[in-house]
C-alpha cells in the first residue's frame, strides 16, 4: 500500500479519535510525515508533522494541545490522536510525506465528523 489513512467516524464534540495511516516503505523510512485535512470547500492544509526519526512534531495552531501525532517506524505506520474534537474538525484527513507531497500522490483518506 502506497498510502491508506483509516481510523475516521462519526463523533460528537469533546469527543476523540484515533486516526492511523499505513505508508509503503519507500515513503515512511526517511521522510518527515504529516497529517494533512481537506474539508468541503476548503484547500487541503497541513495539520501536524512530524520527522523521521520522531523527536520533532509541529502542529498547526488550530490543533494544538488537541492533537498528538506519532509514528511506528518498525510498522510504518503514522497515528494522530484527537482529543477535544470541534465541529471545525470535520474534513477528510489524510497523510503524506512533509512538503513533498507531490512525489507521492494521495492515498486513500479518511472522514472525520463531529456533531454539535
Known amino acids: 500500500v502506497q498510502l491508506q489513512a483509516s481510523g475516521g467516524g462519526l463523533v460528537q464534540a469533546g469527543g476523540s479519535l484515533r486516526l492511523s495511516c499505513a505508508a509503503s516503505?519507500?515513503?515512511?523510512?526517511?521522510?518527515?510525515i504529516a497529517w494533512y485535512r481537506q474539508a468541503p470547500g476548503e484547500q487541503r492544509a497541513m495539520v501536524a508533522s512530524?520527522?523521521?526519526?520522531?523527536?520533532?512534531?509541529n502542529y498547526a495552531d488550530s490543533v494544538k494541545g488537541r492533537f498528538t501525532i506519532s509514528r511506528d517506524n518498525a510498522k510504518n505506520t503514522l497515528y494522530l490522536q484527537m482529543n477535544s474534537l470541534k465541529p471545525e474538525d470535520t474534513a477528510v484527513y489524510y497523510c503524506?510525506?512533509?512538503?513533498?507531497?507531490?512525489?507521492?500522490?494521495w492515498g486513500q483518506g479518511t472522514l472525520v465528523t463531529v456533531s454539535s
Open positions: 503524506n510525506a512533509y512538503p513533498h507531497y507531490w512525489q507521492y500522490g
Open positions: 516503505r519507500v515513503i515512511f523510512s526517511t521522510n518527515t
Open positions: 512530524i520527522s523521521s526519526g520522531g523527536g520533532s512534531t
